[in-house]
């Protein structure tokens, strides 16, 4: 069972920078795919981006391209999450998630549906 563990979140004004981590454990294939996805309060969980773990691929929702950058460190089993620029509507439950299955191909607002593992989530708020 894939256990996934985030960290780093935090308070932060506008235009500020926080660094998201997760650990994932207790695999025995690594997951083809890991993600960060959020979710505000009242609203639906999105994604935010994604990261082949056998290479180099990333995808980013619209709303966060040139802002964050999602990135891996294989020997420790750690995807991180660094938001530069932040803006209060960046405010949400961050979580980490993955995933064994494909997410390529579709539409990204679907990409959620693909992702099985779920962390507990770290709170970012930005405040303007």
């Known amino acids: 069972q894939v256990q996934l563990v985030e960290s780093g979140g935090g308070s932060v004004q506008a235009g500020g920078s926080l660094r998201l981590s997760c650990a994932a454990s207790?695999?025995?294939?690594?997951?083809?795919?890991m993600g960060w996805f959020r979710q505000a309060p009242g609203k639906e969980r999105e994604a935010v981006a994604a990261i082949y773990t056998g290479g180099s691929s990333t995808y980013y929702d619209d709303s966060v391209k040139g802002r964050f950058t999602i990135s891996q460190d294989n020997a420790k089993d750690t995807v991180y999450l660094q938001m530069n620029r932040l803006k209060p509507d960046d405010t949400a439950l961050y979580y980490c998630?993955?995933?064994?299955?494909?997410?390529?191909?579709?539409?990204?607002?679907?990409?959620?549906?693909?992702?099985?593992?779920w962390g507990q989530g770290t709170q970012v708020t930005v405040s303007s």
């Open positions: 207790g695999y025995t294939y690594r997951p083809k795919y």
């Open positions: 998630a993955a995933t064994p299955r494909d997410v390529t191909g579709g539409i990204w607002q679907n990409v959620i549906r693909r992702f099985g593992y």
